[in-house]
């Protein structure tokens, strides 16, 4: 037994890609606090040498993980620059009073915070997080069921094309079909809808039956509020 329970904690330990000596299962309030806090300061900062210190902190950072989640960070990072850039060169360009480096640098270094807190953070715990906090219990659960349901949908999408290739075969390609499969997609989605409505009803759900669990604070929070306050002084001292 206690075996097992050794390997389903290891398994999480890899499943969730967190660093080598701080290994958990959760995301903490405080860590979401810190990613939040770090991203306004960033994005408040006019002082290349803090954006420096804080790039070079994410940077040391993503050095304790492991080498298949430095990957994973490192494309998650050039997709997320990708499509930046693509909506946000245009009006840096062509906009006055705006230093169009010390913009992106700054876009850079969220980006960079952005993909290692993506990585590194399991969203269950990202949404447990953002109960703590006191967000809107509402937005919060919608934004899980929303989550949950894109895997389905992808499911759902995969089966109408492959369903519609066999039934197709031989045939010359109709432009009507991509009307057809986005229909029966949006068949699929109500009638999905509409049973998990249902079956929550049934189950009696509530949002006032979700349970908050207590504030706890433990070592890996201290590091997060030691991180937060030394790079606050550092933005105050600096700006």
């Given at each position: 037994?206690?075996?097992?329970?050794?390997?389903?904690?290891?398994?999480?330990?890899?499943?969730?890609?967190?660093?080598?000596?701080?290994?958990?299962?959760?995301?903490?309030?405080?860590?979401?606090?810190e990613?939040?806090?770090?991203?306004?300061?960033?994005?408040?900062?006019?002082?290349?040498?803090?954006?420096?210190?804080?790039?070079?902190?994410?940077?040391?950072?993503?050095?304790?993980?492991?080498g298949?989640?430095?990957?994973?960070?490192?494309?998650?990072?050039?997709?997320?620059?990708?499509?930046?850039?693509?909506?946000?060169?245009?009006?840096?360009?062509?906009?006055?009073?705006?230093?169009?480096?010390?913009?992106?640098?700054?876009?850079?270094?969220?980006?960079?915070n952005?993909?290692?807190?993506?990585?590194?953070?399991?969203?269950?715990?990202?949404?447990?997080?953002?109960r703590?906090?006191?967000?809107?219990?509402?937005?919060?659960?919608?934004m899980?069921?929303?989550?949950?349901?894109?895997?389905?949908?992808?499911?759902?999408?995969?089966?109408?094309?492959?369903?519609?290739?066999?039934?197709?075969?031989?045939?010359?390609?109709?432009?009507?079909?991509?009307?057809?499969?986005?229909?029966?997609?949006?068949?699929?989605?109500?009638?999905?809808?509409?049973?998990?409505?249902?079956?929550?009803?049934?189950?009696?759900?509530?949002?006032?039956?979700?349970?908050?669990k207590?504030?706890?604070f433990?070592?890996?929070?201290?590091?997060?509020?030691?991180?937060?306050?030394?790079?606050?002084?550092?933005?105050?001292?600096?700006?």
């Amino acid at each position: 037994m206690k075996e097992d329970l050794f390997n389903q904690e290891t398994y999480r330990e890899e499943e969730f890609h967190l660093p080598l000596f701080l290994q958990k299962n959760e995301c903490s309030d405080f860590e979401l606090l810190e990613f939040m806090i770090l991203t306004i300061v960033i994005s408040l900062s006019k002082n290349l040498i803090f954006l420096w210190i804080t790039s070079l902190f994410f940077l040391s950072k993503l050095a304790l993980f492991k080498g298949s989640t430095i990957i994973s960070v490192v494309k998650r990072l050039f997709i997320l620059c990708l499509l930046s850039f693509v909506f946000i060169l245009p009006g840096v360009i062509f906009a006055d009073n705006v230093n169009p480096s010390l913009f992106l640098f700054r876009v850079g270094v969220n980006l960079l915070n952005l993909s290692i807190f993506s990585a590194s953070t399991p969203f269950p715990s990202f949404v447990k997080a953002l109960r703590q906090l006191g967000m809107p219990m509402l937005f919060v659960q919608t934004m899980d069921i929303c989550y949950k349901y894109i895997y389905v949908l992808g499911n759902v999408t995969v089966s109408i094309i492959e369903a519609v290739k066999l039934r197709c075969i031989g045939m010359k390609e109709d432009k009507r079909l991509v009307g057809a499969i986005i229909g029966q997609l949006y068949l699929s989605t109500d009638r999905y809808t509409r049973e998990l409505y249902e079956a929550m009803v049934l189950r009696g759900y509530n949002l006032n039956n979700l349970r908050k669990k207590r504030l706890s604070f433990n070592r890996y929070d201290l590091l997060s509020v030691l991180r937060t306050v030394v790079l606050l002084m550092i933005f105050i001292v600096l700006k």
